[in-house]
């Protein structure tokens, strides 16, 4: 990402993120640490587990209702089975649904406001650029980006996308 060295480091015992930023020259005048993306290889493991589990504990589930027709209630047939199962296909959840996400406040961390955080192997951060657009979605006219201006607040951006429909539940408006 937007730092002035990118690529892969090795790390040794204790060493924290901000080291690594520091190693790798700091952040770009581009770089967005309000946006960077910090991704550890034991939370992905963990997160994948817990997924697998979870899809084990409904199919069991599903199983037992199938068979649990009691006197005057009708069990579930196949067709219906088969429905629920297709749900949770597949042994293993899928690798691109698991994130291994930590979230951190990278600004925090290089001002040093608040605690580091230990490498461990496999952690990866990645520090896009500073956006210079505002995408602005769901009920509103027209869906649209604009050019960011620091003058402007998120219902300045509704407005420029037509304002919000009828369907819109103004009271969950939220920024990404």
């Known amino acids: 990402g937007e730092v002035l060295f990118p690529g892969i480091y090795p790390i040794s015992e204790y060493q924290t993120l901000g ?28 997160e994948e587990e817990r997924l697998s589990s979870a899809k084990n504990e409904l199919r069991r589930k599903i199983l037992l209702s199938s068979q649990s027709g009691g006197l005057g209630q009708a069990s579930l047939d196949s067709d219906s089975i088969n429905q629920l199962t297709s749900l949770v296909t597949g042994d293993t959840p899928d690798k691109k649904d698991t994130l291994g996400r930590l979230v951190i406040d990278l600004e925090a961390i290089i001002k040093g406001d608040i605690n580091d955080i230990i490498l461990e192997d496999g ?31 998120i219902e300045d951006y509704i407005g420029l996308s037509g304002g919000i429909t009828s369907f819109a539940d103004d009271t969950s408006i939220y920024l990404i």
């Open 123 to 153: 952690d990866s951060i990645v520090i896009p650029k500073i956006k210079q657009s505002v995408t602005v979605i769901g009920e509103v006219f027209v869906s649209n980006s604009h050019i960011y201006e620091r003058n402007l607040a």
């Open 19 to 46: 080291d690594l930023i520091r190693r790798a020259g700091g952040l770009t005048e581009f770089g967005s640490a309000k946006a960077a993306f910090f991704q550890r290889a034991s939370l992905k493991e963990a």
